[in-house]
């Protein structure tokens, strides 16, 4: 296991070094000049030029580019042009937000997804499974955004029980700025409770078509543990992928819910310094979120060995 | 709220989550919603278009940077509700010499920066030499300038090598301001070391793309006189002023509605009658606010052919592009004098071709400037949606009339890049906001993207620069509104206004294009 994990590792580091070059090339490439951003609409190519000379812009791309591989090693991401901070401090102050957004909405895509697979698998062809399934057809047919206005009219607007947008005023504890998050993570966790659902269901109709469940059966144990013990253990190895990938979609889901709602989380930085062109901020970002998908991988492929002995690394 | 109360609602949310298993820690700590917080006497949140690059006032002309910035920092001059230039940190306006080159400005005792010191006339001289090398309005000023020294302790005297009008209204505007800072601040013409300035609200926090606060300058010296537009007596009323960066227009109608904002800026027009119709919100509608414009390449490519730029003006129908940025008439009007009626510098005659529109005008000029079809790059960007929509009618109108158009719909970062290059477009969209002195007009300037510099433009605008008396220099404004619609170097769509609402227990409030605090209550 050890020398899986230490593989995997090295692994990393190689699509990671593959990933700063790409992010690097893909934000230089593409149009767009950060400081004409930050000088506004009015400024004169000669003001854009000065800038570009004091931010090190005008430097030669190749010479850019190794300033920041150096950067790189030294596990330094740089320094935010606009936000006047190094870029680790910026995705430091974000990550909690994003991180809660991202549990909250796993958890209510999982909430809803697991259970009702598992009804919607053992009630099959019934009314439940068939509504089941046609819910969860439309809930991932509607995109988050229009999920997040909605709600924001109905539970913020009309009613008042939620906020808004943002993420609490300065002096909001923990749990207030949860609050501000339970819109958001319900408009990310719907759309994505239905793939849960419908893995869910499917993995749990391939198992249960199994020898061993109908021996359970046969024995004459309760349909709930047999459903429960016998079944679902040897179902989880596809849910867990599941919601590892929904996890992995959802931090990428969240920059339009960010934006929506107004938080200030990683996904609404990255919106930002894609149009401010903050190259340090994109190029930081990119990476770590990249460097997360990747542990999400191994962490699912670690839980395999857990939920099923059978799996040896 | 009617059936289920809020009270009750965040109880039975408060149980379900400790049900979840939340720490009891957390949960002792629930106790005061935000809603309630930010509905408390002494705080206005405003939700603003986004988050501001900068926080210095100097290096930028941001919108959005003097929008917020005006509250912390002052210059000598400001304007009145009529436009007219008034004493901020100034004393009184300054003293002329006869042949306009002498400016001596008699400053105000007793005006102290947020970190408690008083400001000195050297502390003025370095901030007015700063502006010269930092801010791209105090360069325009700065191959004018001789001398800018102290005269004794409460006069600033700044010499220039040739008579310059608008210098005083440079000096006044809140973007690449002038702004009077401490001379320990100042670091070259880099970024202010430290954001201290003299305004009536100093700079408590700023968290990115989450909340600037700013909150009483207790210290503050107020000009005297009766409130009149940014002029006259500013009293804080409010103890923090919150600008929370909302991109999300639909966001800011909803929280201006659900009460979570006390002001939101820039609506869409289309939101009007929902917050005519919402209880404990106003609408805020800003006249003159801004005009946008089809800025032309006159240097380069197929439009620097006067004649191909007046055959677009023949062929826009401005009307038409304004209704489809705007939507509402209520908010646009078709008036191509570039100062809107009831400003000073208004005048209909000389822009009489803006209404001289038709397609087979356009052909003929088109015919006659000898256009052989080849294809008018017209950059636009979807971040100004209005813009997008005004350059797509502007698109249909300019082939009804034989142009080819190849409309480039960029994002907006793109765009600024790109008009850098005069071999890379032909026209590009874009809008300018209302600014008091006319030679602040970006398309004035040589240097502005569209580079209209032709020798008669040049002398107009030289011998209105020049000009010190109020009323020659509208004569002389004229003769460059004229020439304006002769060389056709923009097209100027129209007027547009802003959307803004405010919550009915924000008082006092002056609409303006730049929204600010001071002077305001909260009721209740």
New interface residues.
Partial sequence: MLVYIVRRFAGMMVVMLLVAMVVFLIARV?????A?????????????AA?RG?LGLDEPLLTQFLLYLGQIVRFDLGESI??N?PVAQ?LA??SELTGLLTMMSVGIAMLIGVPVGILSAAKRGGLIDQTAVGLAMLAASIPSFWIG?TL??YL??D???F??????????????R???L?LPAIALGIPNSALILRFTRTSMLDVMSHDYVRTARAKGLPPLVVVLKHALRNAMIPILTVIGLTTAVMIAGAIVTE????L?GVG??IV?AV???DYPVIQGALLVVSAIYVLINLTVDLLYAVVDPRVRY | ?TG?T?RL??TA??TT?AAGG?SSG??G???????A??GGASVVTVATI??P??LDPV?????L?SIITQHMFETLFTFDGEWKLAPLVASALPQVSADGKTYTIPLRSGVTFHDGSTVTADDVVASLDHWTKAS?RG?TVAPLVESIAAKGADAVVIALKEPFAPLTALLAMN??AAAIVPKSVIDGP?ALKSLIGTGPYKLL?H?????I?LVRHDGYASPAGTPSGYAGSRKANIGEV?F?????A??RV??V????YQFADSLPAETLPRIKGAAGVKPVIVKPFGFPLMIMNTKTGVMANPKVRQAVLAALEPNDMLLAGLGDPAFVQAEGSIYAQGTPYYDAASAKPYSDHAAGKAAELLKAAGYKGEPIRIMTSV?YEFLYKMSMVAQAQLEMAGFKVDLQV?????L???R?DDKGWDAFF?YHTFVPEPSLI?VL?P???GWWDSPAKKEALAAFNREMDPAARKTKWVALQTLFYSEVPSVKVGEFYNLAASSDKLTGYTPTPWPFFWNTDLKG
């Fill in positions: 593409v149009p767009g000049d950060p004409a951003v930050m000088l506004g609409s009015s400024a004169t190519p000669e003001d854009i800038l004091r606009f936000l901070r910026a102050e974000r206005l924001i009219k913020a607007v009613h008042a029980w906020p808004v947008a943002g993420y609490g005023p300065p002096d909001a504890d923990l749990l207030e949860m609050r501000h339970v934006t929506v709602f107004g200030p609404n930085l930002s149009l401010r062109r | 709220m289920i809020r609602f965040n949310l408060g989550l939340l957390i949960l700590s629930w106790t005061t919603p935000a809603l917080q930010q986004g988050e690059p900068t290096g930028t002309t941001s919108d940077v791209p360069k973007n690449g880099g926090e968290k990115p793309d989450q909340y606060r919150r929370v960066p909302v991109p999300n639909a966001t909803s929280g509605l659900a009460g979570q971040q960029l994002d907006w970062a793109t600024l890049q790109r850098g874009t970006t300037n240097s502005y993207p």
